[in-house]
């Protein structure tokens, strides 16, 4: 069981790790060791499911970032099979950091199901993909994180009835996401963490936040607008070629991400007492006295 109560944090590796094994191990252990964070998540895609022929075929839109001569080729490069994630869980539970992945499509849901980790992630795209959210709802005992970017407030409460009505909805977390890579602070709009605690708090298991911001001012914020589990995109190195690192931190930053969020929960508390016991040497050296 995960504790959500306490600020949790996930280093997004995604595919940052270059299509390399090597990298992806290196990157579980930075973030186990040094950044100490919760839990790493990577991607899982059956891009022959998922695309089209056409877009399977067609260019990558930004050919500096492509690791194939077409899209379906660079998202196959950067594709780790189904005994490749067995191998990174193995290599998290050797460093004591829980595995995840997020799944776009039924393949890969059952693919990564079968692994049986603590939770498994919806992104933003496939939120509709109902025939792939049932089958995890029949199938998938563990928790179910989905990110709410480019979605209506419609399309929103529908995903949480279904969840309901699958009686599903306290294994739920949802995150507020704007979907962009990076993000400006002027379209992070943090307030949708209220408004999704005023709307679905009760109804679900935790509110989160995933987040394509540079930078890492904007997380203690999010963590005291009430949400509990925080999504960073993790990388090695922004410089390096590919779509997500701009919007990535590097080991620093998200070390300092879950240092923040600990030290802003451990301050986030009434007095227990008027005056403390830290005040009351200084209070009675400094306090004024009438004379």
Not at 104 to 111: C, E, H, N, P, Q
Not at 136 to 159: F, N, P, Q
């Amino acid at each position: 069981m995960i504790d959500y109560e306490v600020p949790y944090v996930i280093a997004e590796i995604g595919c940052n790790h270059k299509g390399e094994m090597e990298i992806a191990h290196q990157m579980i252990q930075t973030a186990a060791k040094f950044c100490k964070v919760d839990a790493v998540k990577f991607q899982k895609r059956c891009n022959r499911e998922l695309l089209s022929a056409e877009q399977y075929n067609a260019p990558h839109p930004v050919p500096y970032n492509s690791y194939g001569a077409t899209y379906g080729e660079h998202r196959e490069y950067l594709e780790f099979n189904a005994e490749q994630h067995l191998q990174l869980k193995k290599w998290c539970d050797e460093e004591n950091i829980t595995y995840s992945c997020s799944v776009w499509d039924l393949t890969s849901a059952k693919d990564i199901a079968s692994l049986e980790p603590l939770f498994i992630k919806i992104p933003s795209a496939c939120n509709n993909n109902y025939e792939m959210l049932q089958w995890l709802c029949d199938h998938y005992v563990g928790d179910i994180l989905v990110s709410m970017g480019m979605t209506t407030r419609d399309e929103e409460a529908e995903l949480i009835r279904f969840f309901e009505r699958n009686g599903r909805n306290k294994d739920l977390i949802i995150l507020a996401c704007t979907s962009g890579y990076p993000v400006p602070d002027k379209d992070m709009c943090l307030l949708e963490i209220t408004r999704l605690c005023g709307e679905y708090k009760d109804r679900v298991k935790s509110i989160g936040f995933s987040s394509h911001h540079a930078g890492i001012a904007l997380d203690v914020a999010a963590y005291t607008l009430g949400a509990n589990v925080f999504e960073r995109h993790f990388t090695l190195n922004r410089t390096w070629k590919g779509t997500d690192h701009a919007a990535s931190l590097e080991p620093d930053g998200l070390r300092r991400t879950k240092r923040n969020l600990m030290s802003t929960r451990e301050a986030l508390t009434y007095k227990s007492e008027e005056i403390l016991p830290i005040e009351k040497i200084q209070r009675e050296k400094l306090k004024y006295r009438k004379v």
